[in-house]
């Protein structure tokens, strides 16, 4: 059973910063292959809430799980770890 109030968080690149609010962001998982015993780099893309459009393209991010947004946006950004680099 969760406990009430638990959030999961990911921590990814912001690899689209052109949406009004939002941000795409790109996270990558190291997964091992069942009977090769190869590590796979998978990578998953979340929609994330930036309230304030503060991230910008290629900063490293904390996101934290939210109630549904819009129909794809379920994230929000909780905090910059490390800012990108400005666009243009």
């Given at each position: 059973?969760?406990?009430?109030?638990?959030?999961?968080?990911?921590?990814?690149?912001?690899?689209?910063?052109?949406?009004?609010?939002?941000?795409?962001?790109?996270?990558?998982?190291?997964?091992?292959?069942p009977r090769y015993r190869k590590f796979i780099k998978q990578?998953?893309?979340?929609?994330?809430?930036?309230?304030?459009?503060?991230?910008?393209?290629?900063?490293k991010v904390r996101i934290v799980e939210s109630r549904p947004?819009?129909?794809?946006?379920?994230?929000?950004?909780?905090?910059?770890?490390?800012?990108?680099?400005?666009?243009?």
């Open positions: 059973m969760k406990e009430r109030g638990s959030r999961r968080s990911v921590e990814g690149t912001v690899t689209s910063a052109a949406m009004n609010k939002s941000i795409v962001v790109r996270a990558e998982r190291l997964q091992e292959h990578t998953t893309i979340y929609k994330a809430h930036d309230e304030n459009n503060e991230a910008k393209l290629g900063a947004l819009s129909k794809t946006k379920h994230w929000r950004l909780a905090e910059i770890i490390e800012q990108g680099a400005e666009e243009r």
